[in-house]
């Protein structure tokens, strides 16, 4: 199966989930989100096809990585093939993360019009969902780049029926007696 893809596979990754990662950069966005930092990236035709048997054998030569990130782009607009890559990476005892712009809550009321939700998403460990937003930017969150964007179990999640975040990197505004605590003065 053809995949298109925005970058080749990249190991070693410590920032795009725990651990360390490989990241396979889908190519495809529309969310056109203001201030995204990959913006060659949206272009439904731009980017390379990639064969998805070829990127297997690549995910089967990873030794120090213990999970696997869909990034983008955004892999839910090509969901047939992240499943079977993700599909593959948890045969191979990867975990997965994936990025997306939709929100979980999004994704959910599209799976009852599109029957390739659903199993994408019962492939993916953690979803960091949500657009970008450049006015919720912080360097506060851990693994994304604004404050909107969740960490989400979604195994969890599809149990309970709804969006459960991973506690440890839930957002909370902090109060002001917290903020001033915070200050080191050297
Ligand atoms: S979803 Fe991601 S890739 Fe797409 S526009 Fe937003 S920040 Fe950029």
């Known amino acids: 199966m ?16 725990e651990g360390i990662r490989a990241v396979i950069w889908t190519q495809g966005c529309l969310h056109n989100c203001f201030g995204c930092h990959n913006p060659e990236t949206h272009d439904m035709n731009g980017g390379f096809e990639a064969d998805t048997k070829d990127l297997k054998e690549e995910i089967k030569s990873l030794t120090e990585e213990t999970g696997v990130t869909f990034s983008g782009g955004d892999p839910f607009y090509q969901m047939r093939e992240c499943t079977e890559l993700a599909k593959f990476c948890h045969t191979r005892g990867l975990n997965v993360w994936c990025y997306t712009g939709f929100t979980y809550e999004q994704l959910i009321e599209l799976s009852s019009k599109n029957k390739r939700v659903l199993p994408f998403l019962n492939e993916i460990d953690v979803l960091v969902d949500g657009p970008f937003i450049l006015k919720q930017k912080s360097y506060d969150v851990k693994f994304r780049g604004s ?3 969740r960490i989400i179990d979604v195994k969890k999640s599809l149990k309970l029926g709804h969006a459960v975040e991973i506690k440890k990197y839930q957002y909370k505004e902090k109060t002001n007696s917290e903020s001033k605590k915070e200050i ?3």
């Open 2 to 17: 053809k995949i298109r893809l925005a970058a080749p596979l990249q190991r070693d990754s410590i920032v795009d989930g």
């Open 147 to 149: 404050k909107n964007q």
């Open 184 to 186: 080191v003065y050297i």
